[in-house]
């Protein structure tokens, strides 16, 4: 059984992470780079930057100093999909995980110059530990206000599944288990994409019709590259695929989705960007995605599109004509 944590990353989703466990009852260390900010939890025990209206337990030990990390059984990587391999290799370096049980990957994404998932990256950095995925429809905004939530933790091994699982249950909180790690990590990776494009479609204010279509088209393209990634297709059909997929194309707390409704509205993706301190994971998704698409040959209009409107600066209105345009086809092909 797992009787420790550690929280690798200070974002939302981490610091949501953080009090699910607390409240599990584990012994829990919370661990983010910036110093600056950390000190700040640790006095305040808020996270004020990401999550303010969330109050950290006392038993949660909140550090900016690798060194400082006791041996846990469980590590928690949730920090964004570009910065896991650093924070992997600093992880090992530093020993924290020497005595871990498990290692769980939050972080949905597709490392773009090697087409690895995050469990690949973080098994390469940390050898000879059972690895993980924590994944599914989990916004932190709606989980740190204890609102009824559900996750799949993909595992190939059952017992550790179930030792992972049983720290994310609580009563508001239910964890469905997968031997699917492939097919979790890229529904969770691809969804991102497609939430730009349903912001894009209401900037646009295209409407609901169009917006439905385009998730639905949307998850056929996950099935195709997610299936010749070796995922399996009923995994796409669950919470890390159309869950994932449903809540990050409606939900006012996507940043995938906020990046697309301003795009769709005519701002420019470089001001967006810099207006937000949260990493939409979308937009280097996109060009991780269709790379691994065309590497496969699997056909995948939306992202073609979505990749130049991010991409190469293909205007929102002229992906939409492109996608309308295209030659009809049966809906299954």
């Given at each position: 059984m797992?009787q420790s944590?550690?929280?690798i990353?200070?974002g939302?989703?981490?610091?949501?992470?953080?009090?699910?466990?607390?409240?599990?009852?584990?012994?829990v260390?919370?661990?983010?780079?910036?110093?600056e900010?950390?000190?700040?939890i640790r006095?305040t025990?808020?996270n004020?930057?990401?999550l303010p209206?969330?109050?950290?337990?006392?038993?949660?030990?909140?550090?900016?100093d690798?060194?400082?990390?006791?041996p846990a059984?469980?590590?928690?990587?949730?920090?964004p999909?570009?910065?896991?391999?650093?924070?992997?290799?600093l992880?090992?370096?530093?020993?924290?995980?020497s005595?871990?049980?498990?290692?769980?990957?939050c972080a949905?994404?597709?490392?773009?110059?090697?087409?690895r998932?995050?469990?690949?990256?973080?098994?390469?950095?940390?050898?000879?530990?059972?690895?993980?995925?924590l994944?599914g429809?989990?916004?932190?905004?709606e989980v740190?206000r204890q609102l009824?939530?559900?996750?799949?933790?993909a595992?190939q091994?059952?017992?550790v599944?179930?030792?992972?699982?049983?720290?994310?249950?609580?009563?508001?909180?239910?964890?469905?288990?997968?031997d699917?790690i492939?097919g979790?990590e890229?529904?969770?990776?691809?969804?991102?994409?497609?939430?730009i494009?349903?912001?894009?479609?209401?900037?646009l204010k295209?409407?609901d019709?169009?917006?439905?279509?385009?998730?639905?088209?949307?998850?056929?393209?996950?099935?195709r590259?997610?299936?010749?990634?070796?995922?399996?297709?009923?995994?796409?059909?669950?919470?890390?695929?159309?869950?994932?997929?449903?809540?990050?194309?409606?939900?006012?707390?996507s940043?995938?989705?906020?990046v697309?409704l301003?795009l769709?509205?005519g701002k420019?993706?470089?001001?967006?960007?810099?207006?937000?301190?949260?990493?939409?994971?979308?937009v280097?998704?996109?060009?991780?995605?269709?790379r691994a698409?065309?590497?496969?040959?699997?056909?995948?209009?939306?992202?073609?599109?979505?990749?130049?409107?991010?991409?190469e600066?293909?205007?929102?209105?002229?992906?939409?004509r492109?996608?309308?345009?295209r030659?009809?086809?049966?809906?299954a092909?």
């Amino acid at each position: 059984m797992i009787q420790s944590a550690t929280v690798i990353g200070a974002g939302s989703w981490g610091t949501a992470l953080a009090s699910v466990l607390s409240l599990r009852g584990l012994k829990v260390q919370f661990w983010g780079r910036d110093a600056e900010l950390m000190a700040q939890i640790r006095e305040t025990r808020r996270n004020e930057r990401y999550l303010p209206e969330l109050v950290l337990a006392d038993n949660v030990t909140v550090t900016s100093d690798l060194a400082a990390l006791q041996p846990a059984d469980m590590l928690v990587f949730v920090v964004p999909s570009k910065a896991v391999r650093g924070t992997a290799e600093l992880v090992a370096q530093s020993g924290a995980a020497s005595q871990a049980r498990v290692l769980v990957s939050c972080a949905k994404g597709i490392e773009l110059e090697t087409g690895r998932r995050m469990t690949e990256i973080i098994g390469e950095s940390i050898p000879g530990v059972p690895l993980a995925v924590l994944t599914g429809p989990n916004h932190a905004e709606e989980v740190s206000r204890q609102l009824a939530t559900a996750a799949v933790v993909a595992c190939q091994n059952d017992e550790v599944a179930k030792w992972v699982q049983s720290c994310f249950t609580l009563p508001f909180f239910r964890t469905y288990t997968t031997d699917d790690i492939a097919g979790a990590e890229w529904a969770g990776a691809m969804k991102n994409p497609y939430a730009i494009a349903a912001g894009i479609a209401l900037g646009l204010k295209l409407g609901d019709n169009a917006i439905a279509a385009l998730v639905t088209r949307a998850l056929a393209e996950m099935v195709r590259l997610g299936v010749a990634e070796g995922g399996r297709v009923e995994t796409f059909y669950g919470l890390s695929g159309v869950g994932d997929l449903m809540a990050t194309c409606y939900s006012e707390h996507s940043r995938n989705h906020r990046v697309g409704l301003m795009l769709g509205q005519g701002k420019p993706l470089a001001e967006i960007i810099a207006s937000t301190r949260m990493v939409a994971e979308g937009v280097p998704n996109t060009a991780s995605l269709h790379r691994a698409a065309k590497a496969r040959g699997v056909r995948m209009p939306l992202l073609d599109e979505i990749y130049a409107l991010v991409h190469e600066g293909k205007s929102p209105k002229e992906g939409m004509r492109a996608l309308l345009s295209r030659d009809p086809r049966p809906e299954a092909d």
